[in-house]
């Protein structure tokens, strides 16, 4: 079945720094792929997504491409802010459902 | 900007209790889903909602869940005999389709503690 394997965490990092979490991904047929993100005692929202192969996923600075010759799409940001410091899930769908990995949690400090 | 909204925020009960927890999706979209998250673990997929019938579900979703849209705006989730390993954070979701083309609006979750 389709299954998402996400980098384990914490990740811990300075402000400003760069940041990468990996993900890959295991589906049958091409699904569409979606980064979430979970901040302290809210809900989840969606950070980017990516629907056919070679897109490339961008908002508030974090940008992913759908890989598929490597079946990842792992999410990278140039210079984390305190303000990014969230669970970050990788997720996909192929026809209704979403599949999460594990999430990653981020720790930014000052 | 339209938002999914759920009630309660926060559910405790005593095992063996029925509890309905309850979602608004936004209005004009189609597809409804519950997830739940046990406490630091992964989310997880409960069941899909389309046309007043569950189109899919999983296998934690047993015979103990139900789900059900008893009007134009409501969409809930029942569980009928809750046991401890229900507690979990539980989140509602929509969609304008069912292909994943368009996102799944998220709502807040309701955490449900099973005593």
């Known amino acids: 079945g389709n299954s998402v394997t996400q980098m384990e965490g914490p990740v811990t990092l300075s402000e400003e720094a760069f940041l990468t979490i990996n993900c890959t991904y295991t589906?049958?047929?091409?699904?569409?792929l979606f980064w979430y993100v979970q901040y302290p005692g809210e809900g989840l929202q969606l950070l980017l997504k990516?629907?056919?192969?070679?897109d490339k996923g961008s908002n508030k600075g974090f940008e992913a491409t759908y890989r598929k010759e490597t079946t990842s799409f792992h999410l990278e940001k140039g210079s984390v802010q305190v303000s990014d410091s969230a669970v970050y899930f990788c997720?996909?769908?192929?026809?209704?459902?979403?599949?999460f990995g594990t999430g990653t949690r981020l720790l930014v400090s000052p | 900007e339209p938002e999914v909204t759920q009630t309660p925020s926060h559910q405790v009960t005593q095992m063996g209790q029925e509890v309905i927890l309850r979602c608004v999706p936004i209005s004009n979209h189609l597809y409804f889903y519950w997830y739940r998250q046990i406490l630091g673990q992964k989310v997880e997929f409960l069941v899909s909602?389309?046309?007043?019938?569950?189109?899919?579900k999983s296998e934690i979703f047993d015979d103990q869940f139900s789900v059900e849209r008893p009007d134009g705006s409501n969409f809930t989730l029942k569980i009928r005999s809750t046991k401890l390993e229900d507690s979990a954070m539980y989140f509602c979701a929509s969609s304008l389709d069912r292909e994943g083309y368009n996102e799944q609006f998220f709502g807040p979750g309701t955490r449900l503690t099973v005593l």
């Open positions: 589906a049958t047929g091409y699904p569409s």
């Open positions: 990516a629907t056919k192969a070679d």
């Open positions: 997720a996909l769908t192929g026809f209704q459902k979403l599949v």
């Open positions: 909602f389309y046309n007043n019938e569950i189109s899919e």
